[in-house]
C-alpha cells in the first residue's frame, strides 16, 4: 500500500531517507520528471546561480533587490541551517509545512507516475518541490542556486534562463568536479545558455580563461566584474560602504549591512547581474536600498554582541573569514571556536587557522551526524601548532557555554567552520530562547 504522507514531519523524514535508497540521475532521468511534473516554473525568469562561495550571499542580495522593486520572486537555495524549508523563499518569506507537503506530494505523485525505476535524489526531491511552489504563487523571477557543481547539477535542465552568475571558484567537492580550478570552472560554467548574458568575479585569471572560452564556445554573453570596478572600500563597526561600476552607470555608492568583507564581491555581482536585466522597475536608489537591506545567516552574523557566526567550510572561506577578522578592531583578546566535517579539507584548514596569529584561544568540538570529524582527529590537526590556548569539548552546549564565559569585555568571539556547526548553533539558540 502507498504511503499517503500525512504530515509535513513524515515528509522530512521520508526526504532525509532517500540517500539510502537513491543515486544520482542522469539528466535525462531528471528532465523526464520535470517534464512529468509539466515543467512548473519553466516560463519564469530564471537567474541561475553557481560558484564555491557566496551563492547563496548573491541570491539572497538579488532577492532583497527584486522585493524592494516589488516584483515577487522565489528562492531556492542550499543547505538549510534549521529547517528544511529555509530552501524555499517566497517573496522574502519562508515556506508553511502545508506548502511544503502539499509541493512534496505533488512530487511524489508524478514519481509513482513515472514508468522509469529511476527515484529522485534528496536534491532533486527538493528543487522540483521548490519549482512546484514557485508555480503556485505564480513568482515572476526565480533565483535558482545549483546543488554542486552546474553541467550536471538538477537545476540545470532548466534550458530558459534570463541570466547566469558564477561566484567565486575554489577548491571544494574535488572528488566530482575536478582537482583544479580551471576543471571546476569547466564544472560550474556548464549551466551557460547562448544567448544568455553570464556576470563573474574577474581576479583569477586561470578561471578567467576557462570561463571565457565554455561563453565563447555556447555562445554566452560576458559580463566579467574586475577588481577595478569596486573601489573606495570603507570599512565600518557593522556595515562596508564601497562603490561599483555599473555596465550603464559610472561609479555607484552601495553599503553592505555586514562586516563581512567578502561580502562586497557578492553584492558587486548581484548588482551587475541586476542591472543586466534591464527592467525599469530595478533602478539605482532600488538597488542600494535593497542590497543594504539584504542579510544571510550565517555569514559573519553577530548572534550575541560581539559574537559572530560565519560558515566558512573551505580553504577559499576561512581565508575570506581571516581577512575579514583582520579588519576587525579588537580592544581585548580574539575567541575562536571551530569544528567540520571529515570531507573537507581540514589539516590545511587548522595550518590556516593557527599560523594566522589572530587567535588567542581556539575551541574545538564535534559535530553530530555521520559526516563529523572525530574529535580525537580534529585535534590532531591543531596539535603540532602553538602560540594560543588550545581547549576541546565533546558537545557544543558545553562549549558554547565555556566560551561566553570566558569571554571578557573588548573580546571578539568567532564560530567558524561548517555549515553544519552553524546550523547546530542556530538550533541551540533558538532551543535557549524558547527555554
Known amino acids: 500500500m502507498e504511503e499517503t504522507f500525512e504530515t509535513y514531519g513524515a515528509a522530512v523524514d521520508y526526504i532525509n531517507a532517500t540517500p539510502k535508497f537513491t543515486t544520482k540521475n542522469s539528466r535525462e532521468d531528471t528532465a523526464r520528471l520535470w517534464e512529468r511534473l509539466g515543467y512548473p516554473a519553466k516560463n519564469r525568469k530564471i537567474l541561475h546561480i553557481a560558484g564555491t562561495n557566496g551563492k547563496g550571499s548573491v ?12 516584483i515577487s520572486c522565489g528562492m531556492f537555495t542550499s543547505p538549510h541551517l534549521v529547517t528544511m524549508r529555509e530552501r524555499f523563499v517566497i517573496n522574502g518569506e519562508m515556506v ?25 535524489t534528496f536534491f532533486e526531491l527538493l528543487f522540483f518541490m521548490a519549482m512546484v511552489l514557485f508555480e503556485k504563487y505564480g513568482v515572476e ?21 534570463k541570466l547566469c552568475i558564477l561566484t567565486s571558484i575554489g577548491y571544494d567537492h574535488m572528488e566530482y568536479l575536478g582537482e583544479t580550478l580551471p576543471q571546476i570552472a569547466w564544472e560550474k560554467a556548464g ?41 573606495e572600500v570603507k570599512i565600518r563597526h557593522k556595515t ?30 548581484a548588482a551587475s547581474a541586476l542591472t543586466l536585466l534591464q527592467d525599469g522597475r530595478i533602478t539605482v536608489p532600488v538597488m542600494q536600498e535593497g542590497i543594504r537591506e539584504a542579510f544571510w545567516e550565517g555569514r559573519m552574523e553577530e548572534i550575541l554582541p560581539s559574537v559572530y557566526l560565519d560558515g566558512a567550510h ?10 575579514t577578522v583582520r579588519q576587525h578592531p579588537c580592544t581585548g583578546r580574539r575567541l575562536l571556536l571551530y569544528s567540520t566535517v571529515r570531507d573537507k579539507q581540514y589539516a590545511r584548514t587548522a595550518a590556516m587557522l593557527a599560523q594566522a596569529g589572530l587567535f588567542d584561544e581556539i575551541c574545538l568540538v564535534a559535530l553530530q551526524g555521520e559526516r563529523a570529524l572525530p574529535l580525537a582527529q580534529l585535534t590532531d590537526s591543531f596539535r603540532q601548532y602553538t602560540g594560543f590556548d588550545r581547549k576541546t569539548y565533546e558537545t557544543l552546549e558545553e562549549a558554547f557555554a565555556e566560551l561566553l564565559l570566558h569571554k571578557n569585555d573588548g573580546d571578539e ?14 538550533a541551540l539558540l533558538r532551543r535557549q530562547n524558547d527555554d
Open 59 to 70: 541570491c539572497a542580495y538579488l532577492c532583497a533587490v527584486l522585493r524592494r522593486a516589488g
Open 96 to 120: 508553511s509545512e502545508e506548502d511544503f507537503l502539499y509541493a512534496f506530494r505533488e512530487v511524489m505523485k508524478s514519481v509513482r507516475e513515472m514508468e522509469v525505476s529511476a527515484h529522485p
Open 141 to 161: 523571477y526565480v533565483v535558482l542556486e545549483t546543488g554542486l557543481g552546474g553541467r550536471l547539477d538538477a537545476t540545470n535542465v532548466v534550458e530558459e534562463k
Open 191 to 231: 549551466i551557460m545558455r547562448p544567448g544568455v548574458p553570464v556576470v563573474y568575479p574577474d581576479r583569477q585569471a586561470e578561471v578567467t580563461r576557462v570561463i571565457e572560452e565554455c561563453a565563447k564556445k555556447c555562445g554566452a554573453k560576458t559580463f566579467p566584474v574586475g577588481k577595478a570596478a569596486i573601489k
Open 240 to 269: 562596508i560602504d564601497f562603490s561599483l561600476h555599473l555596465l550603464y552607470y559610472d561609479y555607484i555608492g552601495f553599503t553592505v549591512s555586514t562586516s563581512a568583507l567578502y561580502q562586497v564581491e557578492n553584492a558587486s555581482l
Open 314 to 323: 573551505n580553504t577559499d572561506g576561512i581565508q575570506a573569514f581571516l581577512e
Open 413 to 426: 568571539a568567532y564560530i567558524v567552520g561548517s555549515l553544519y556547526l552553524v546550523g547546530e548553533v542556530k
